[in-house]
Structures are given as C-alpha cells and as structure tokens.
C-alpha cells in the first residue's frame, strides 16, 4: 500500500471575494491562530514570498507574515529594519500604520495573489508601524526599505486592496491585458493556485 503525503497549499488570487474584503481584528491568540500562522509561514516559504496576509490564504483575519531578506537593509537602515529584519519570518497579528512619510518612491511589486505581474507603485518611503507579535510582543517602530514597502503592500491586503489598486493610469494601462487573463483563468480554477508540499 502506497501512502500519498502530499499535501496542497492553497492561495487566493486577484478576483476572489475574500482579497477584496476587510479582514477581522484578531481578537484571541488561540492554538487555531498559532496554526495559521504556522501554515502561513510555510505558505510563504513554498510560495517564495517576501510577505503574505492571511486573506491570501484565504481567512480574513488580521494577521500577516513577513519574510523580508536581510540583505535588504538600507544603507541608512531605519529602526523598524534593525530591529525586524533580523526577526524573520515575523508573524503580525492586527498591524495597523500609525504614520507615513511625504517622501515617497516608485518601485515594482508582485504579489503571490497576481502571479507573474510586476507593475510599479508610488508609496511612502517610511511608515511607523504598530502591531503585536505572535509572541505577543508589541512593537512601534519606523520601517523603509523593502520592509517598509512590503508592510504597506500586506496591510494594503487586510482591508481589501491589491496593488493593482494602486498603479498609476500609464501602469495599470500597460498590465491590463494580462490582469484580464489572469481573471479569466483564475474564474475557470476557482481563484486558487496550490503546490504540493510533502
Ligand atoms: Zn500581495
């Protein structure tokens, strides 16, 4: 008898109703939280993520991993990518932004929910963020860098936006045709993608 251990990791994509909808505060650090998370950050692994919000995953909760490299620390490094980056992967449970900075800067992103579509997005270079740890540690701190971006980019997730939701008229003109694909097919496979984990 042959035991098949495989198992799938599934995420949600650009047209599912739970990426478009505001997640729920978490209100208790229970075992079932402490196991999403768990899933999640092997999701993020698997999926080679830098980031993923629960939505993704398809739970709307307020909750985020980060697995931001460390080698992308600024040259100046901001206190937020002193202190996190070397605490990744990092589990946020209801993260929210408490400030951002008028400087802003452009650079592309993608996201595990848009396979394969890069487009350029304006955002605040720096963001002070406030959020609890799995650990339940609290923490308010500066983030730039891609810290900073990828954080905008996860909270953006937990109150339903994609950054598609954020490019400018010439970016969104130029990735419009492949988002429409991309809907096209994600209707026919549910709005899922999964891989096969052992
Ligand atoms: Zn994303």
């Known amino acids: 008898m042959i035991?098949?251990?495989?198992?799938q990791i599934t995420l949600r994509t650009l047209g599912d109703k739970v990426l478009a909808g505001t997640a729920a505060p978490i209100l208790n650090v229970d075992a079932d939280i402490v196991r999403l998370a768990r899933e999640m950050i092997e999701a993020t692994v698997v999926f080679n993520g830098i980031g993923l919000a629960a939505p993704q995953y398809g739970i709307s909760k307020r909750m985020v991993v980060l697995d931001v490299p460390a080698e992308s620390m600024s040259e100046v490094p901001t206190p937020g990518e002193e202190q996190l980056l070397p605490r990744m992967p990092l589990v946020l449970i209801n993260p929210e932004i408490l400030s951002y900075s008028t400087n802003t800067s452009i650079h592309?992103?993608?996201?595990?929910?848009?396979?394969?579509?890069?487009?350029?997005v304006e955002r605040p270079e720096k963001v002070v963020l406030r959020s609890m740890t799995l650990d339940g540690d609290m923490i308010e701190c500066e983030?730039?860098?891609?810290?900073?971006?990828?954080?905008?980019?996860?909270?953006?997730?937990?109150?339903?936006?994609c950054f598609t939701d954020r490019l400018s008229p010439e970016a969104a003109r130029e990735v419009a045709g492949e988002i429409k694909r991309l809907l096209r097919?994600?209707?026919?496979?549910?709005?899922?993608?999964?891989k096969s984990v052992k």
Do not use: W
């Open 3 to 7: 035991f098949n251990s495989k198992r």
């Open 108 to 120: 592309d992103e993608g996201c595990l929910s848009v396979p394969d579509i890069y487009a350029p």
């Open 143 to 161: 983030c730039g860098g891609l810290l900073g971006r990828c954080i905008q980019h996860e909270l953006d997730h937990l109150d339903g936006k």
């Open 185 to 194: 097919y994600g209707e026919k496979k549910s709005f899922m993608r999964t």
